[in-house]
């Protein structure tokens, strides 16, 4: 079984900081990219960032400029650094991980609990 491990939400508030931390464990054979969802209530679930294995990053619009996704490959663990939060920000933050549990076969998508983030203006 694989497990991802999110850790870091919290509340803060307009301008502040928070780190988000996740840690995928278990039956892992290697793993292609990880990435950070957000849901707020009322709204679909969309894309962060994401980080691949070989370092390359895409980022949501709405965040360029102030967040920061990274990875720790030997650890499997990616990090996102969120700066200048916004009252938008506010969301549950899902992590994301493609990987392959076996050396063949295809890859899944496995996901964290969720962490909550809340902004205050």
């Known amino acids: 079984q694989v497990q991802l491990v999110e850790s870091g939400g919290g509340l803060v508030q307009a301008g502040g900081s928070l780190r988000l931390s996740c840690a995928a464990s278990g039956r892992i054979f290697s793993i292609n990219s990880m990435g950070w969802y957000r849901q707020a209530p009322g709204k679909q679930r969309e894309s962060v960032a994401a980080?691949?294995?070989?370092?390359?990053?895409n980022y949501a619009d709405s965040v360029k400029g102030r967040f920061a996704i990274s990875r720790d490959n030997a650890k499997n663990t990616v990090y996102l650094q969120m700066n200048n939060l916004k009252p938008e920000d506010a969301a549950v933050y899902y992590c994301n991980a493609e990987l392959r549990t076996m050396a063949w076969g295809r890859a899944y998508d496995y996901w964290g609990q969720g962490t909550q983030v809340a902004v205050s203006s």
């Open positions: 980080v691949t294995s070989g370092g390359s990053t």
